[in-house]
């Protein structure tokens, strides 16, 4: 079955860093673009980075965190992380990781929270 284990998570005051962590179980690892999403309260979950599998990495962001925020992945430990920096009040949002596949099943997410 497929795992997806999101860590990290917490709540930081505006400017800071945190770094959001994937762990991943039930699929070859290797062969799949992964991307990292968030979701606002009430709202759907919406792409904020991906990163290809294969042998070419090639990463994309969405224009609200570029230059803020730098999706990673280790192929020997199957994770996918998601390093922020200079947080704002908008990043406020449940964030979620999973494969670039369609209808993919969903892991619990985690909670990141940026104020004062």
């Known amino acids: 079955q497929v795992q997806l284990v999101e860590s990290g998570g917490d709540w930081v005051q505006p400017g800071g860093p945190l770094r959001l962590s994937c762990a991943t179980a039930g699929f070859t690892f290797s062969n799949y673009g992964m991307g990292w999403y968030r979701q606002y309260p009430g709202e759907e979950r919406a792409l904020v980075a991906t990163?290809?599998?294969?042998?070419?990495?090639?990463?994309t962001y969405i224009d609200p965190v570029k230059g803020r925020f730098t999706i990673s992945r280790d192929n020997e430990k199957n994770t996918v992380d998601l390093e922020m920096n200079l947080l704002k009040p908008e990043d406020t949002a449940l964030y979620f990781c999973?494969?670039?596949?369609?209808?993919?099943?969903w892991g619990q997410g985690t909670q990141v929270t940026v104020s004062t």
């Open positions: 999973n494969r670039l596949v369609f209808r993919a099943p």
């Open positions: 990163i290809t599998g294969g042998n070419t990495i090639v990463t």
